[in-house]
């Protein structure tokens, strides 16, 4: 019981103004169906904090925190630069059916969530905690208190969001928390 009410605090914590969360608003803006965006999200978290979980069992001690910060910082970098060149939508997508929702949303999400802070969260608690089941179960719980909210406003402020400017806020958050991990990494040599 410990480590699951230890991960939905942890993570649900950990999650508010994370990019997955700001992913979250950006979906529910564009998709405007808050069900099979939510539905995404939950099978996403399950499927990515599933094998984060398995690999902190596996790994255990065997991490080195600089070689992770390296792997960390490196990946902020990449999805700030990923942030900047938004998709677009093609003739044929359908922004509003619900397959085109939360097939958008458990590939985006579960791609954002790789090297996320929720992600080596769930890596670390797994290593920590001996029930792998209650580990996963409460980072997924934790990571739907926290973005479902957020996929409610977004679709209520959706005609009056900025996505232009949450994409530059996002990749310049992304950039500078790369370079506190990798900050971070380097300074523990």
């Known amino acids: ?33 808050p069900w099979p965006i ?17 690999l902190g069992v596996w790994f255990g001690s065997l991490l080195k925190p600089q070689t992770l910060g390296v792997v960390v910082g490196i990946s902020m970098i990449a999805m700030a ?28 999400f579960f791609i954002a969530e790789i090297g996320d802070k929720t992600q080596i969260a769930t890596l670390a608690l797994a290593a920590a905690y001996p029930s792998l089941l209650a580990v996963v179960a409460g980072t997924t719980a934790g ?24 994409h530059y806020g996002a990749a310049i958050l992304f950039l500078i928390l790369g370079g506190v991990f990798l900050a971070r990494a380097f300074v523990r040599q």
């Not at 993570?11 to 997955?20: H, K, L, P, Q």
């Not at 950006?26 to 405007?32: E, F």
């Not at 990923?82 to 097939?103: C, I, Q, R, V």
């Not at 208190?145 to 949450?166: D, E, T």
């Open 143 to 166: 990571m739907m208190l926290a973005n479902v909210p957020v996929v409610f406003l977004g679709k209520a402020f959706a005609s009056r969001l900025p996505l232009k400017a949450i």
């Open 38 to 54: 939510i539905a995404g999200i939950l099978c996403a978290t399950l499927a990515n904090h599933g094998v984060a979980g398995a």
């Open 1 to 33: 019981m410990e480590g699951f009410l230890v991960s939905i605090t942890t993570i649900s914590i950990a999650e508010i103004g994370d990019r997955t969360q700001l992913l979250s608003l950006v979906l529910a803006a564009r998709y405007r169906r």
């Open 81 to 108: 630069l990923w942030t900047l060149k938004p998709d677009k939508l093609d003739e044929n997508e359908s922004a509003t059916g619900a397959m085109g929702a939360f097939l958008a949303t458990l590939t985006s």
